[in-house]
Nanobody, 124 residues
Framework: QVQLVETGGGLVQAGGSLRLSCAAS????????MAWFRQAPGKDREFVAGITRRGVSADYADSVRGRFTISRDNAKNTVSLVMNNLKPEDTAVYYCAADRSSGLTRLTSSYDYWGQGTQVTVSS
């Protein structure tokens, strides 16, 4: 069992920045690929960014590539998402997720554990 707790959401103006953090507890953190997803009202949950177990590789949705950066610290059991140049369309609840399989996937169904989510609101 892995427990995930997200922090760092809030209200920001367009063009601003936020840093989301996800703290993990339970099983060995480095055994899990980690990802951030988001869900806007009335829309499906979508992949934002993911990072492999040791942080060697990352993947980004086209809509955030070049603006968002995912990173992890296995010594501190944390994964972060730095979001720059935020846009109103980035408004959503952001979720941290853990996947115990060896690869890195964008599929929601592949992730075994989820946090409770943190709200990000970008005003125009």
């Amino acid at each position: 069992q892995v427990q995930l707790v997200e922090t760092g959401g809030g209200l920001v103006q367009a063009g601003g920045s936020l840093r989301l953090s996800c703290a993990a507890s339970g099983r060995t953190f480095s055994n899990y690929a980690m990802a951030w997803f988001r869900q806007a009202p009335g829309k499906d949950r979508e992949f934002v960014a993911g990072i492999t177990r040791r942080g060697v590789s990352a993947d980004y949705a086209d809509s955030v590539r070049g603006r968002f950066t995912i990173s992890r610290d296995n010594a501190k059991n944390t994964v972060s998402l730095v979001m720059n140049n935020l846009k109103p369309e980035d408004t959503a609840v952001y979720y941290c997720a853990a996947d115990r399989s060896s690869g890195l996937t964008r599929l929601t169904s592949s992730y075994d554990y989820w946090g409770q989510g943190t709200q990000v609101t970008v005003s125009s």
